[in-house]
C-alpha cells in the first residue's frame, strides 16, 4: 500500500465548504506546506478547526474561512496572531465559534469515538454557552441530577498533521515532547492528509522499541506528502524550532499582505525554502527553552 502523494494530489481531494482540523498547537508543528498549498488554491468557505496559529491567519488573509472553531490563535512568544485579529476587528470572520481548549478537545474526542456529545463541566460560568447556543446542556440521568454541558461533537471531513517522520503505508511518529491532540484529530475525520519531514522504509522506523512515537493508526491516514522543513515558521521538535524572526516579520506585513504573499505563498516549497534562507537555515533553528 503506498499512500505517498504530491501537494497537487492532496489539493485534488479537497472540496469547498469542507470542515478541515488543523493538527499543532499555535506555533509549534503546523503543517505549513499543507496550508500554503491551500492559499494557493481555489479553495473557499471552508470550516477550520484548530488551536490556531499562522495557519488560521494566512487562511484569514486569504479569505478561505466561512466558519472558524478555535481556542486560540497565538503565536506564542507572539500573543495574538495579527492576521487573524485584523480579520476579526474588520468583521471579515461573520461564523465563530471560540472554545475553552478543553471544550475544543472533547468536541474531537467526542468525534473520534463516534458519539454526538460528551459531558463537562467546562463552560459553566464563562460567556462560552452565551454566545454559542447550539451548545446545550443535559442533567446527569443518575442519582446526583448534576447540570452538565453537552459538548457536540466536531467531526471533520478533513484532517492535516505534521510529522517527523512517516512511512508509504502512513505509520507515523511524532518525537516532540507533546504530540498535542493530533490523534484526535486524525480520528475524527474522514481523511488524514499528513506532511512529513521525510519519508522512511518501514524497517527505519524502530520497530517495536519506538512504535510509542506512532500516535495513531495508520488505517486513518488517506495520504503522506513528503515535506521537509513543512512545518516552517513553526517549530517541529526536536528538528527545528520556531522561526521567531520570520513570524516577526510575517506579523509586521498584516497591512501589506500581497507582499508576503508574492515571496512566501505564492511559490512552491523548493522556493520558499530559498526565499526564507534555505532548507538547511531552517534545520538549524535551535528548540525554544521555556
Not at 488551536?51 to 488560521?56: A, C
Request: net charge negative; proline share 6%; aromatic share 10%.
Amino acid at each position: 500500500m503506498n499512500k505517498v502523494q504530491t501537494l497537487d494530489q492532496f489539493i485534488d481531494q479537497l472540496e469547498d465548504g469542507m470542515t478541515i482540523g488543523i493538527g499543532g498547537w499555535g506555533a509549534r508543528r503546523k503543517p505549513m506546506d499543507l496550508v500554503r498549498a491551500i492559499c494557493r488554491s481555489s479553495l473557499k468557505d471552508l470550516t477550520i478547526v484548530s488551536y490556531g496559529g499562522p495557519d488560521v491567519g494566512l487562511l484569514c488573509s486569504e479569505g478561505k474561512i466561512k466558519e472558524l472553531v478555535f481556542g486560540f490563535v497565538s503565536l506564542d512568544l507572539i500573543p495574538l496572531e495579527a492576521h487573524f485579529r485584523q480579520a476579526r476587528q474588520n468583521g471579515n470572520l461573520k461564523n465563530i465559534t471560540e472554545l475553552d481548549e478543553g471544550m475544543l478537545q472533547w468536541g474531537l474526542r467526542a468525534a473520534a469515538m463516534r458519539l454526538p456529545f460528551l459531558p463537562t463541566k467546562i463552560g459553566f460560568g464563562t460567556d462560552i454557552l452565551k454566545y454559542n447556543p447550539h451548545i446545550k446542556t443535559i442533567t446527569s440521568p443518575y442519582s446526583d441530577k448534576q447540570d452538565l454541558v453537552a459538548m457536540p461533537a466536531i467531526p471533520l471531513d478533513a484532517a492535516l498533521i505534521h510529522v517527523n517522520q512517516a512511512d508509504k503505508k502512513g505509520n507515523t511518529q511524532i518525537f516532540g515532547p507533546d504530540p498535542f491532540f493530533d490523534d484526535l484529530f486524525a480520528r475524527a475525520a474522514t481523511n488524514t492528509f499528513v506532511s512529513s519531514e521525510k519519508i522512511v522504509d518501514t524497517d527505519q522506523l524502530g520497530g517495536e522499541q519506538m512504535a510509542i512515537f506512532n500516535r495513531f493508526e495508520r488505517n486513518f491516514v488517506t495520504g503522506v506528502i513528503e515535506c521537509p522543513g513543512g512545518a516552517h515558521p513553526t517549530s517541529c521538535a526536536p528538528d527545528y524550532g520556531f522561526d521567531l524572526e520570520h513570524l516577526k516579520s510575517y506579523s509586521a506585513q498584516v497591512e501589506n499582505y500581497g507582499e508576503y504573499k508574492k515571496d512566501f505563498i505564492d511559490v512552491d516549497p523548493s522556493a520558499y525554502h530559498e526565499a526564507v534562507g534555505g532548507l538547511q537555515k531552517i534545520l538549524s533553528i535551535s528548540l525554544p527553552r521555556f
